[in-house]
């Protein structure tokens, strides 16, 4: 059975699977029969099975983090990932996951529904991030590991990450976690809920019952800018546009249509996701981030963190993210401190705002090189 | 010939017009064979008229700053404008303009284009802060004001105060400026881009032909979501809402709707500005401030403040606005002191972001009434 048809080209010889064939249990109380977890790994696992390192990704990416023999293309964290590098394949077993609820190999709502031979669509049960992280779980067990020598990840992998070491804290020894957040904020709420609305708005969307030869691209278009535009920051676009016009290309003549060059990336930029996400795929990943909530896990968010046994701990903020801004970052750091954990914070100046992890090597790397190293 | 028929309701016996019957030349190279331009004003033109205070708005109010006896219902900055009060009515000739292009009273895209018995829609030439700033000058002038006490404006209003007192340096004597800008940055271009585009991108919107009756409502509300969004703040939002949730109310059985108290909140407050505003009116506004740049004016924004001629300036900026940030409210101060201008730059801690100036009276109010009795 190949799931996720239309985006198995994010499936190749590299991606690897885990397939349960039995009841998988939801956070919030829905059941899927069967999953696959699609997975990558690179370098080689210990005798004694002590050094895996798993990455959670953002919403979007891939388990494709890093190329590697069997897939040569670019992962969407090459720098981080590989021989030498500061997750160090030559010393490291690295997993990535595909998420549940994605559509790059992992099951999601446009993956078949073995009970009625069509895609879930919004019959897809509820989704949190805490269930992302016990489908990450059983890719590492899957491989006889019980414990990671490290869990990270950025953004929603960030809070993959926290609430894994909270709800199995036995097998979790080192934490990092990038621009992520111990619940999610209103105002990102705000700007995730009107994405969605943006969407769902389309009538192409069509109450998920879109063609998935013909998806709702007016609403991904509009709703991928506001993306990018809290992605970013204020201070990148300045930089790298400033008030800079283009003129010529295809919308020029619509009456208001783009003039300035940071409209043109925009819509540049928007144009190339249509086709290379699912749409209710991504509206069940958007909810699982407004619904996190370490709280869940005790009475607060820093009790909740007061569960984690890790032996040491990496938090990553960037000063320019208002998405994921350095309050959230501080409040993960004092609420491990409170609990006697040591802790490395990091703030740092990148001007990509939450894109940051995906672009700031010079920053990043070192930062992870040395923890991951012991120093 | 009544213009603006729709909107009237923003009319009232407060409402005073200049009406000028031949043409008016608009910065960009347009002409509009007459033009309207509401206003209120408030207190009495001294004798040597020298004590009149001219306020242009922001976006989206009308010239009702503040109640009157002709009309009673408070304004839209009824804490600032009045008898004691900052802006003292019992000391200074208070005057608010609609700005042109909008659709309460002045002259913009929704009034009877006098060439075809029709609205002008999008045949109303392009639009920029000089017109609004400019049309402005024709209500003191016609009041046989030569000189202003003191001009001033938050957000598109104080960028038409700068560059009124950068076009006719004779004519203002004071200036303030609150949450503007010099230039636009490309951060607020793609945030206001974007809400055109979701309104443009409405089938109703029909390339601005819609019924004045039916306009595009899906669009108006998405886009006025983003707009609430950018014009307060996230500490603002986790203040006031936090993670609460609110159920019941007509969205909640829709897949998706509304769940926190930030999304009720924003819906609620998007369904209340429908029917009050024309959205091509909107359209013209808001791509006037993507325009706006000093820089016209000379050939640097700096340049272009250098030609002011005023004794004093206040530049006030909140520390939580995004869309106007602090480093925006630094450039104007630090231009201005550069050309050895008396400045008082102020950074108020406002939760309230972009908005604050609407609400954060005990802020607001000290600061203006300061400036204005010389002190």
Known sequence: MAANIQFSKAVSNATRFVRIRKDFQLF????????????????QLSPRRDN????????????????????ATPGWW?????????????KFFVICVNSLGSCFGSTGPASVNPATGQPYRLAFPDLTVED????GRQVY??????????VLGPSMGGMSALVLAVMFPEEVTRLVSISAAAQSSPFGIAIRSLQREIIRNDPKWNNGDYRFDDPPTDGIRMGRKLGLITYRSAAEYAQRFGRKRKFGGHADRAPFGPEFEIEHYLEHNAEKVLGHFDTNCYLYLSRAIDWFDLSAHG???????????????LVIGVRTDFLFPISQQQE????????????RFQV????????????????????????MSGN
């Not at 895996?52 to 897939?71: C, K, M, N, R, Y």
């Not at 090459?78 to 030559?90: F, I, N, R």
């Open 28 to 43: 919030r109380g829905g059941v899927l029969p069967e999953i696959d977890i699609a997975y990558e790994c690179w370098g």
């Open 52 to 71: 895996a390192v798993l990455i959670f990704t953002g919403l979007s990416p891939s388990a494709h983090a890093a190329s590697s023999l069997e897939d």
């Open 78 to 90: 090459e720098y981080m990932v590989g021989p030498g590098k500061a997750l160090d394949t030559g």
């Open 132 to 135: 992302i992280a016990s489908a």
């Open 141 to 150: 067990r899957s491989l006889g590991i019980s414990r990671l020598h490290t």
């Open 299 to 313: 009475g607060s968010y820093e009790d909740a963190l007061g569960r984690i046994k890790t032996v040491d701990n």
């Open 332 to 343: 993960i750091a004092d609420a491990l401190r409170q609990h006697g954990k040591s802790v």
């Open 348 to 371: 740092l100046e990148s001007i990509q705002g939450h894109d940051s992890f995906l672009i700031d090597q010079d920053r990043f790397a070192p930062i992870i090189r040395d923890f």
